[in-house]
Every structure is written in C-alpha cells, then in structure tokens.
C-alpha cells in the first residue's frame, strides 16, 4: 500500500478543542477500514510549537527537543478532554517580513517528507497556510480561535468554551455585586471583533454590551446606569470587548510594539472604564478583566464535539485532495472554503443585525 505523511501544528494563541481536532485527525487517517478503501497508508506527525516546529524542528537553544513526534491512536486517546494544545504552540511568522524563514520550512516539510499539512489556527496561521499553499504546498486548515473572527465559518474552535468562561464568571460576581450595590465592568478579549463580548454577555444577561464594531457614547452609558438604578437594580454587569473604545477615542494598547504578525496587545478598557463610571454615576464601581481564563479550563462538549467533526473533515479534505481550503461550519453543515476566503477579511459582528445601538446590548427583536 502507497505510504504519505501528513503533519499537523496548532500555531497562535491556544484554546479549547484543539486536542479535539488533533485526536480526529490521528483517529480518522490511522483508521483501517477506511484505509482499506482509500488504499493509502497515512501516518501523522505532531509538529509541536506552531510554525516553529518548521523553523527549528530539531529544537532551539530554550526547549532543545525535537520537535517533530509520530502519533499513534493510542496516544492520542483520551486527549479531547484536555484544553489547551498536547502540541503547544507559537506565534511565530515564517513571512515576518523582517525575517523571512519560509524557505527554511518549505526545505523542513521536505525534509521531513510531509505530503500533507494541517495547519488549526486563526487568521495568522492559516494566512501562512495559504501562503505554503500558494507555494505549493499540499495544506489544509482548520479554524480555530475564541474570538470568532475568522470569515468562510460561522464556528472557530474554543469560542463556545470562552463564552462559558465568561457565562461563569459573571455568575459569581453577581452576587458580590448584589451585596455591595456595585457597578462590575468585565473585559473580555476578542480583538477587534465584539463575539465574545456580545455572546458572553447575552449568555450571562449582561446589562450593558460594548463591542468594537461601535463606539460608544460615555454619556449614554451613565443614562443606561441611571435607568437601571432608577427601575430598582441593585447592581449592574458591563460586557467590554477588549477592542471596544469610547467615541473620539482610540483602542487601549497593553503594550507598545507589534507581535511577528503585526499585531498589538489590547487591554486596559474595563479599568479605564470603570474609573471613568464610578466619576460620573457616583456609584462603587469595581473592573475585572477576564485575560487568559477565557482561553483556559477543559473544553465544553460543543467544542469537543466540533473538535471531532473538523478533525474527520480535514482529512476528508486530504483524501479527496482538495488542497488550499479551510474545513468550516456554514448554515449547520461541515463543508469547506478556500484558505483564502477565510484570512481575506475578518468577521465582525454586523451592527445593523446583531447589536442594539440605543441599550448597547443583544438585540431585543430579531423582526427587520
Ligand atoms: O486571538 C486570541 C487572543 O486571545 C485575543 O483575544 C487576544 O487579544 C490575544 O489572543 C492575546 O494574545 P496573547 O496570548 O499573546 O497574550
């Protein structure tokens, strides 16, 4: 029987599900019935750390391992119920335009005599999947990131996990906010998409929702609070997306600088949020920001079970070699779209359809 290597890497930020999807793709190429029938012996080669794992797959001077491991179905076995990635990951960019290593993986994949590539991330990732593709590279992606902002799926791995996360928390601050009669802001992260903001506050039952994709008012958010006030509530919960930012303001930067895709650390809304709040209302206000917790803890079974179904679809893409494309979730259907549907531009909440611009909140009628 023909024999091909297929070699899998988580890169970006981790989440939940992603051991998931690993498993599934481990569990779906090694399966012999179905290798009866495709009369082709696949094996499947973990690559740990992302991109690096190509860049230096025999380790580097931090972590002098290899990186490169043979995976068995055994091994795999019981991995769908751990969060975070078996493989771990990076950020590293082999196109970072201040140094350009892809000709180092493109010679690495060769020499590692990977037929095949599954690359599970978000828009970087895959924005370098598509690039290998464009290389020629027989490359196939997964999406997969809590911020829900990658095009071509209406799901990306580990966002549902995030929202219970966030479910959670706020659950358990309610009752110290009802106690004390305080304000609670709560940042969650996203980037510049206001998913896990908007769905992590309509699934706790947020009263205030400030997502990127609007700027808010200030001065309409101190009305909303004395309304609340007014109509008898003790104490009031306030979703901010990370990316979220004041009219005639610009986002919160964390740090300065850029990551190797570009990129700069948001963060720090929620206190300047709440700082400003307690000034205006009068009213005790506390901030808390939800940082990496929403990309922590075990997966929830939404995203194991997603984990599955795109682990089964990419190596469905594989044997159908239909290379260049993104395994996705469309209208309640596993299908696929090309990678470059998928990095071309980000999926952001639609203002029009899906936000209330006068409670800044979920909608309240989903009538047009
Ligand atoms: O893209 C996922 C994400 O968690 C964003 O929501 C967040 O802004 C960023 O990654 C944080 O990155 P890091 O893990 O590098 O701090």
Redesign the pocket.
Known sequence: MEKKRIGVLTG????AGLNSAIKWIVKTALDDRLQKTRKILYEVVGIRDGWKGLVFPEGDEWDPAPRTVTLTEEMVRTWDRYGGTMLGTS?TNPYDLKNNRSQTVLENIDRFRLDFLVAIG?EDTLGVAQKLSLEGMNVVGIPK???K?LSGTDYTLGFETAVNVITEEVDRLRTTAGSHRRIFVVE????HAGW?ALEGGESSGAYIILIPEYNFDIERVNELLTEGRKKGARYEIIVVA??AKPSGYSEIVKEEGV?SFG?Q???GIGEFLAKWIAQLAKIETRSITL??L??GGVPCAYDRRMGRYFGIAAIDLIVREEFGKMVSYRNGQITAVPLKEAVGKLNLVDVQTQYDTDRYNGRRTFLR
């Open positions: 970006g930020g981790d989440c950020r978000g990131t809590i911020d902002d969650t992260m996203g980037r896990l990370e990316g990551d990129h650390v948001l963060g940082s990496h929403q990309r």
